[in-house]
């Protein structure tokens, strides 16, 4: 529990034992479930916690309650790393209202499995509400991540609860830049829905944000134009750095020692290189990396007829979150019937604005002294200018 400003206390919890996020995301250091409670004339709690962590949560509100019973506990997003432990909430305080729109309570019946008719305050967009002091006005946020989902702003705190937007991977304790792993978490999960973001920043704009409150990941309350701008670009699809990103599956050998030579061609160029390893890397890194960097080499052998596996998961996977505007360049390797640059194209033209660099480069079966020339002439033309 800690006392974080005025009448604010952080009270979640750190996941120390996770190994994969939402079932699929690895997170190698963990990752928060983040709580608050406002203390003022009514006490208001902002969401719970992990089902797992619940008792560990409760303890942590009971000690900033201090004695005291809570009014109100704001559901801000029914996904159940912030929802299930809302009934060991109600358990031990049966007066507590729960504070939501149409869609969160439809989601509560459906997760829980209870009728709530007694406990449920529905609200509507930017409708307000006072606990004394304070004053809170919920602002919905459809598709940030879920369609549920609102984020909650107190006006004398300049405080924006905002749920999974500005959230990371990680539990608190971990010192990394916030960046890295606020991208992987960014565009693995809201990485979709940049249009949904970008009307809830439009939406918020106007708004004295001196404080951001999310549901992963650290308080942020220093620099918000920094952490706001990074989610306009993110949201809109811009890179914000510039790079060339790798990313391949190699069987043999082959064509990893084609991609190794593109990166030392790239590299003498002084340009920024970053390689995954589809089959053996966490992939949602090199997800991410696509988006934030501003250039995009695939690399893949030919495998049953087509793309190896990982290959067709990473394209689907930057596909259905709008992957769009980048210069991509394709390297392709088989031993006979090689088509995957076919392939590769085709899978890529539904998306805006995609640019394929000249030359592709065909490998059969190893490199020749031709695809040397061919891997230069690409770092030439990824180079640009
Ligand atoms: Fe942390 Fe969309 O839940």
């Known amino acids: 529990m800690k006392r974080f400003k005025d009448d604010l206390y952080y ?3 750190n996941d120390y034992n996770i190994y994969l996020f939402e079932s699929q995301f690895r997170v190698p250091n963990g990752i928060s479930y983040n709580s608050y409670v406002l203390m003022d004339e009514k006490i208001a ?6 089902v797992h962590f619940q008792d560990e949560w409760l303890n942590n509100v009971l000690e900033v309650l201090n004695g005291r019973t809570p009014t109100y506990l704001i559901i801000q997003h029914m996904e159940p790393d912030h929802s299930s432990s809302i009934n060991a909430l109600l358990d031990r305080f049966p007066s507590l209202k729960l504070v939501g729109n149409n869609k969160t309570f439809d989601m509560l019946k459906k997760f829980y499995r209870k009728d709530y008719q007694n406990e449920m305050i529905v ?5 307000s509400l006072s606990l004394g002091k304070y004053n809170l006005t919920f602002y919905f946020a459809p598709f940030v991540h879920w369609p549920e989902v609102m984020m909650t702003y107190v006006d004398s705190l300049n405080a924006l609860f905002s749920a999974d937007a500005f959230g990371k991977f990680s539990t608190l304790d971990v010192d990394e830049k916030w960046e890295e792993e606020a991208s992987r978490y960014y565009f693995g999960i809201v990485g979709k829905y940049g249009l949904q973001v970008n009307n809830l920043l439009k939406k918020l704009d106007g708004l004295d944000i001196k404080m951001i409150c999310p549901l992963h990941g650290p308080i942020l309350d220093n620099n918000l134009s920094y952490y706001l701008n990074l989610y306009k670009d993110w949201a809109s699809y811009r890179p914000t750095k510039k790079g060339v990103v790798i990313a391949y599956n190699s069987i043999y050998g082959n064509t990893l020692k084609a991609v190794m030579t593109l990166k030392s061609y790239l590299e003498e160029e002084n340009i920024n290189v970053l390689t995954f390893d589809l089959a053996r890397e966490d992939m949602s890194k090199a997800i991410s990396s696509a988006f934030v960097y501003d250039r995009l080499v695939l690399a893949c052998p030919t495998y049953n007829g087509t793309l190896f596996p990982h290959m067709y998961s ?5 596909s259905e979150r709008n992957f769009q505007n980048r210069k991509v360049g394709i390297i392709e390797n088989g031993s006979w019937g090689v088509i995957i640059a076919r392939k590769i194209k085709e899978l890529l033209s539904p998306l805006k604005g995609i640019e394929i660099i000249e030359p592709v480069v065909t490998i ?4 020749s002294e031709d695809n040397e020339k061919q891997l230069k002439e690409l770092s030439i033309n990824l180079k640009g200018e």
Do not use: A, N
């Open 123 to 127: 609200i509507k967009d930017k409708e």
């Open 364 to 367: 059969l079966s190893s490199m």
């Open 45 to 50: 709690i902002f969401d719970s916690v992990d």
């Open 314 to 318: 990473y394209i689907h996977e930057i």
């Open 11 to 13: 009270v979640g919890v």
